[in-house]
């Protein structure tokens, strides 16, 4: 047998209006861990659909294990040996843990037997995931988890992953990487895509890097620096985010004891959330997944309805103001969940502008929609958060992940308003989008919005946040200045350390 496990040679995919992949070749090692790289849009999910088996090259060639490999479909690939980590869940919600993953799997064990086995498995990775509980009750940390030991469990020769620890916290990162390191020690190769360059440079023995569907480079991750890398991906310098300081203004939102129960017995209530948020200011709100955070952001948009008196916007009592109401009064927000909840999925970019932006944007006059508006509305977000699609007709489902999430953010930003609340704002971009986006968070700020960011990304939060918070079980620790905290206050406040004081530099 040969050391090359897959070998793709020429593969070609265009779609209307565009190349995918242009001719595309590169080869992996058995007990390889092989990073691909590139810009949102470079062609880095079409390359693995054509692995996986989702979609057909229209030329090229493949071998995988010494032979022709040309899966018509995802489960002649996994029966193959390929294995794939998704980026976006593909998950029924009505489900249990157990029962999704046994629909992952060509001869699924006796329930009691995979229970069993998914326990054994979860624990052993580090990732404690309990197979009866219902994934609809699940947070995206606990969703991601229920994909990554699917795939584990069916032993494949071939794991690839598409940004698999966007939801996790370093410590799950950690054991992440220690069972990877083991599989490639046993012989299996993974097939590792990631936007965050410094997880590359650890773990991956070579990386190749696409730009507009093109192979434009190899590198070894370890001897590249990050920044280099990066470059490499846009073809340009990477242009680290800058803002002007200020001084914050008047407080324009305050939360007094937010306390909201569980949306299901396995929920995170908020126990007594207190904050207070000024003019030009920017709050980072850190924590493990499953701990608050979408909870906080469905009080701050509406969604979830609270008590009166807890929460006041420019002195007003807003409790009782749905999302809607919320939104023409200026507060808007970005959940997490980009695809199905931040977008709808069969929608197309036009519609989906429309979604959110029809008070502010002016698309609507006394229950009439105004397409046109709409369109036009969709196409300056597309031109300024440089989103990789066709055109506004495109449904949002089309888009790669990084594409959606800057469509999403740049729909909210580009309705100025006065308070915005985002979740995971650079979840799955690239380096060259992130930093455009929190220049977009920096920029808001700067003109006087007021923004909270909440995000597991703890270097995201300590360059772009005035001060910074933790939730921990529904608790928020004391607001303290980002400026001044160590890492190993920073460990404390997510550990739980309410009410302490911390250890500043």
């Given at each position: ?19 995918a992949?242009?001719?595309?070749s590169l080869?992996?090692g ?5 990073a691909l790289?590139g810009?949102n849009?470079?062609?880095?999910s079409?390359?693995v ?8 090259p ?5 071998t ?18 390929v294995?794939m ?7 029924f919600?009505?489900l249990s843990v157990?029962e999704n993953?046994?629909l992952?799997?060509?001869n699924?064990?006796?329930?009691g ?5 998914i ?9 404690p995931l309990?197979?009866d509980?219902?994934v609809g ?13 699917r795939?584990?469990?069916?032993d494949p020769?071939l ?10 916290t370093?410590?799950?990162?950690a054991?992440l990487?220690e069972?990877?390191n ?15 360059l410094?997880e ?8 190749t ?6 192979v434009v480079?190899?590198c ?12 490499m991906?846009?073809g ?7 803002r ?6 008047n407080?324009?939102l305050?939360?007094t004891?937010?306390?909201v129960?569980p949306?299901?017995a396995?929920g995170?209530p ?19 997944a499953g ?8 009080a701050?948009?509406?969604e979830?309805?609270v ?12 409790a ?17 969940e980009r ?15 429309m979604l959110?932006g029809?008070?502010?944007?002016g ?7 105004n ?5 036009g509305f969709?196409e300056?977000?597309i031109?300024?958060?440089d ?9 949002a489902r089309?888009?790669?992940g ?9 729909r909210?930003?580009?309705q100025r308003?006065?308070i915005l ?5 650079t ?5 060259s989008?992130?930093a455009?986006i ?6 808001l700020?700067?003109?006087?919005a007021a ?5 597991q990304?703890?270097?995201e939060?300590?360059?772009?946040s005035?001060?910074?918070?933790a939730l ?7 607001p303290?200045?980002a ?6 206050a920073?460990g404390?406040?997510m ?7 911390v250890?500043h530099?």
């Amino acid at each position: 047998m040969s050391s090359s496990l897959l070998s793709l040679n020429g593969l070609t995919k265009a779609y209307p209006g565009v190349v995918a992949n242009d001719d595309v070749s590169l080869e992996i090692g058995r007990g390889e861990i092989h990073a691909l790289l590139g810009e949102n849009g470079a062609g880095k999910s079409t390359l693995v659909k054509m692995i996986y088996g989702l979609v057909k090259p229209d030329s090229g060639a493949m071998t995988f294990n010494d032979t022709a490999f040309a899966p018509p479909d995802p489960r002649t690939a996994r029966t193959s040996g390929v294995g794939m980590v998704f980026q976006h869940f593909s998950l029924f919600d009505a489900l249990s843990v157990a029962e999704n993953i046994a629909l992952g799997m060509e001869n699924a064990p006796k329930m009691g037997q995979l229970a069993a086995r998914i326990t054994e498995v979860s624990d052993a990775y580090g990732l404690p995931l309990a197979p009866d509980r219902i994934v609809g009750d699940l947070s995206a940390g606990e969703r991601q988890r229920v994909e990554i030991i699917r795939c584990l469990l069916q032993d494949p020769k071939l794991l690839i992953m598409d940004e698999p620890t966007s939801v996790l916290t370093p410590q799950e990162v950690a054991i992440l990487f220690e069972t990877l390191n083991k599989l490639r020690s046993e012989g299996t190769a993974i097939l590792y895509i990631s936007h965050k360059l410094e997880e590359i440079r650890t773990l991956c023995d070579n990386a190749t890097v696409l730009r507009l569907g093109k192979v434009v480079g190899t590198c070894v991750p370890a001897e590249t620096s990050a920044k280099e890398m990066a470059e490499m991906m846009v073809g340009t310098a990477l242009k680290t985010p800058q803002r002007t300081a200020g001084t914050p203004g008047n407080v324009v939102l305050e939360l007094t004891g937010l306390s909201v129960p569980p949306a299901s017995a396995f929920g995170m209530p908020l126990r007594d959330v207190s904050l207070t948020l000024s003019e030009g200011e920017i709050l980072g709100i850190g924590g493990v997944a499953g701990n608050g955070q979408d909870e906080l952001l469905a009080a701050l948009s509406g969604e979830t309805r609270v008590r009166a008196g807890m929460v006041h916007y420019l002195g007003s009592d807003i409790a009782g103001l749905g999302p809607n109401e919320r939104r023409t009064l200026g507060l808007l927000t970005a959940p997490e969940e980009r695809l199905g909840h931040a977008a709808a999925p069969d929608m197309s970019l036009t519609e989906n502008a429309m979604l959110t932006g029809a008070t502010r944007e002016g698309l609507q006059n006394r229950g009439f929609l105004n397409w046109g508006k709409a369109k036009g509305f969709a196409e300056r977000i597309i031109e300024a958060f440089d989103v990789r699609t066709p055109g506004p007709a495109n449904a949002a489902r089309s888009l790669s992940g990084g594409n959606l999430q800057k469509f999403v953010i740049g729909r909210e930003v580009m309705q100025r308003p006065n308070i915005l609340v985002v979740n995971q704002p650079t979840w799955g971009v690239d380096a060259s989008a992130a930093a455009a986006i929190r220049q977009a968070l920096l920029d808001l700020a700067e003109g006087g919005a007021a923004l909270i960011v909440i995000s597991q990304d703890l270097d995201e939060l300590m360059e772009i946040s005035d001060r910074f918070a933790a939730l921990n079980e529904g608790r928020l620790t004391r607001p303290e200045p980002a400026a001044v905290l160590t890492v190993e206050a920073i460990g404390l406040m997510m550990g739980g350390a309410h009410g302490m004081e911390v250890a500043h530099v």
